[in-house]
């Protein structure tokens, strides 16, 4: 089935350690995103990408990485700089072309809980 | 800057009755697209419509309908003879043509109560 795989489901970390969150896409999709979840507060983004090997911050990168050697991957670090890690992480791929002319489609999300 | 309002944090209807949905968006590109989003409790979120700036029908499907206008920059979005499975929180978001970003309201809580 083509789609958007996100892993784990959820996700345990200690206090100052780095974590990587998975997103795998069979859609052929150009475009991929990382979006933050928090209660009341919408989505808000955190990089998105719109090629291979290219990747632009969104309005809350600090504390964040990502890469994106293959088409198919996006994967998110969660560096010990980000201050507030807990939160509910979606990640995302669209047609893209450069042109916003294409919706999103979601993972089904990471819930990340740093203690 | 692109950015997208919904001022409804939540609303709780009783179940049959017509709920609208506001979403009000600022761009300074003439040339955009509009989309809505449904997120249930399970998390994942589904794509429900995509508007383009030059097309302001306003189009209707099944028991969803949205009225996009222009002037006033809304993308309002109305169930009509709701049901408890449209229970869930709903998104507004925007993106312009310069590139794929897209950027989402902080959503719209909607209960529908049997």
């Known amino acids: 089935d083509g789609g958007i795989t996100q892993s784990p489901k959820y996700l345990f970390r200690k206090e100052g350690q780095n974590v990587t969150l998975s997103c795998e896409q069979n859609l052929n999709h150009d475009a991929m995103y990382w979006y933050r979840q928090d209660p009341g507060q919408g989505l808000r983004l955190i990089y998105y990408?719109?090629?291979?090997?290219?990747?632009q911050k969104g309005d809350i990168a600090e504390g964040y990485s990502v890469s994106r050697e293959k088409k198919e991957s996006f994967p998110l670090t969660v560096t010990s700089a980000q201050k507030n890690p807990t939160a509910f992480y979606l990640c995302a791929s669209s047609m893209g072309e450069g042109s916003g002319n294409t919706e999103a489609f979601f993972g089904q999300g990471t819930r990340l809980t740093v203690v | 800057a692109q950015k997208v309002t919904q001022a409804q944090t939540e609303i709780s209807v009783v179940e049959k009755e017509d709920v609208t949905l506001d979403c009000v968006y600022e761009t300074r590109d003439t040339t955009y697209y509009l989309f809505w989003y449904k997120q249930p409790p399970s998390g994942e979120l589904v794509f429900l419509i995509r508007r383009n700036s030059f097309d302001e029908q306003n189009e209707i499907s099944g028991r969803y309908s949205w009225n996009f206008q222009k002037s006033t920059s809304s993308f309002n979005f109305t169930i009509t003879a709701s049901q408890v499975v449209d229970s869930a929180v709903y998104f507004c978001?925007?993106?312009?043509?310069?590139?794929?970003?897209?950027?989402f309201g902080k959503g719209t809580r909607l209960h529908i109560l049997p």
């Open positions: 990408s719109q090629i291979v090997n290219d990747f």
């Open positions: 978001a925007l993106s312009e043509s310069r590139d794929d970003k897209i950027i």
